[in-house]
């Protein structure tokens, strides 16, 4: 499928039914991929220099402390994608930055994404970003087509340079040679469903690997280990009331902003840790 606006929504929704995962489109053009990438790296020079409590936000809602994130969050383009397969009402549960430095070993194991959010139901894709260019030499993420009909068990393991929160693997085989790579033009994305089988090499190139990560759902999703949880509106509305509606971001790191975005990461965090003994 080509990187256009106007790919056909069915077939978006045929295919990402079918395989799990559907790419590429287009939400930025190179010229603002370019700038996005310009201000965020000023931005960690900032970040680098701030409290560990911004340290510990940014890195894990930049969505909620930073409104340039919080307005990819709301691409027309990438909105459009996520309710060709989720429906016209949309929240944005979670988001995050994947950044693979050049030559370093980290990688992502195989895993699926929702097997520890405590989400009741499976109505959540994750649109990713390409801020810079992702490439099979760089590490873009690989894709199992077909693995996201049912969820299958994990194990946490002590692997450092796997970049989970949980260094988490599939405690299943994959075979390496039915992955597709998902090679990406920077300010392009895919979709992928939460019960994906997915995985990424190292970069072993010489620039860095900037992608982000936006977690959408359906307001039918419920937090099953928690009395409430938090996500922001980006389509249509919310007849559930299951979750506290967030306020878009007033500024970068606001003092505002910050307050809640710590209340959500201490209610989240637990959730996605829980079971785990010594979490550093
Ligand atoms: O950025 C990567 O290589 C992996 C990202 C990932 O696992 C995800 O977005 O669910």
Redesign the pocket.
């Known amino acids: 499928m080509e990187p256009t606006r106007s790919a056909s929504l069915s077939k978006i929704a045929q295919s990402y039914e079918r395989d799990g995962f559907v790419f590429p489109f287009r939400a930025l053009t190179h010229g603002e991929a370019g700038a996005v990438r310009a201000e965020m790296e000023a931005l960690e020079r900032v970040v680098a220099e701030s409290s560990e409590q911004v340290r510990t936000l940014y890195g894990a809602y930049p969505n909620m402390v930073v409104p340039w994130v919080d307005e990819i969050a709301h691409n027309p383009t990438i909105i459009d994608a996520v309710k060709a397969v989720l429906g016209p009402n949309v929240l944005l549960w979670n988001c995050?930055l994947?950044i693979?430095e050049p030559r370093t070993p980290d990688?992502?194991g195989w895993?699926q994404?929702l097997h520890y959010w405590g989400l009741s139901g499976s109505s959540e894709v994750?649109a990713?970003v390409a801020i810079t260019p992702?490439t099979v030499g760089n590490?873009?993420?690989r894709f199992v087509a077909g693995s996201h009909l049912k969820q299958v068990s994990h194990v946490d393991t002590d692997d450092q340079t796997n970049?989970?929160s949980r260094n988490q693997e599939l405690a299943v085989e994959v075979d390496e040679a039915d992955a597709t790579e998902v090679v990406l033009e920077a300010g392009t994305f895919s979709l992928?469903h939460g019960n994906l089988f997915?995985?990424?090499h190292p970069n072993r190139s010489d620039d860095r690997?900037i992608?982000l990560?936006l977690?959408y759902i359906t307001p039918d999703m419920s937090q099953s280990d928690a009395p409430k949880d938090y996500a922001t509106l980006v389509a249509g509305d919310d007849p559930s009331g299951r979750f506290e509606l967030l306020p878009r971001p007033r500024g970068v790191f606001h003092a505002d902003d910050l307050a809640k975005a710590q209340e959500v990461y201490e209610a989240q965090y637990g959730i996605f840790f829980q079971d785990v003994e010594n979490v550093a």
């Open positions: 995050s994947f693979k990688y992502v895993h994404d994750t990713w992702a590490g873009c993420m970049m989970l992928h997915h995985a990424s690997r992608g990560a977690r």
